[in-house]
């Protein structure tokens, strides 16, 4: 099992930046895909990006924050990462990390941490 804390949120000006980190304790980080999801008021999860466990990780996003985020993770420290720049009203958001195994569903997640971003 894995256990996972985000950080990082908060309150930043449209066009602003933020960087998420998740650290992650536990077993072995670096056997696991993670990804960065998001719930905003009133809606559902959805997916913002993911990154494979492999050396050399390929990475997804989803398209409404392609160019704008990035996600990596550092497997020496065991934290995972989303580099959020060009932010819009619309990112405001609860984020959260999960963490799965092969291609399973996630089956770890942290406690989330709020992104507020004023216009």
């Known amino acids: 099992q894995v256990q996972l804390v985000e950080s990082g949120g908060g309150l930043v000006q449209a066009g602003g930046s933020l960087r998420l980190s998740c650290a992650a304790s536990g077993d072995t980080f670096s056997s696991y895909a993670m990804g960065w999801f998001r719930q905003a008021p009133g809606k559902e999860r959805e997916f913002v990006a993911a990154?494979?466990?492999?050396?050399?990780?390929?990475?997804e996003y989803a398209d409404s924050v392609k160019g704008r985020f990035t996600i990596s993770r550092d497997n020496a420290q065991k934290v995972l990462y989303l580099q959020m720049n060009s932010l819009k009203p619309e990112d405001t958001a609860v984020y959260y990390c999960?963490?799965?195994?092969?291609?399973?569903?996630?089956?770890?997640w942290g406690q989330g941490t709020r992104v507020t971003v004023s216009s």
């Open positions: 999960a963490a799965r195994l092969g291609v399973g569903a996630y089956a770890y």
């Open positions: 990154i494979s466990w492999m050396i050399g990780s390929r990475t």
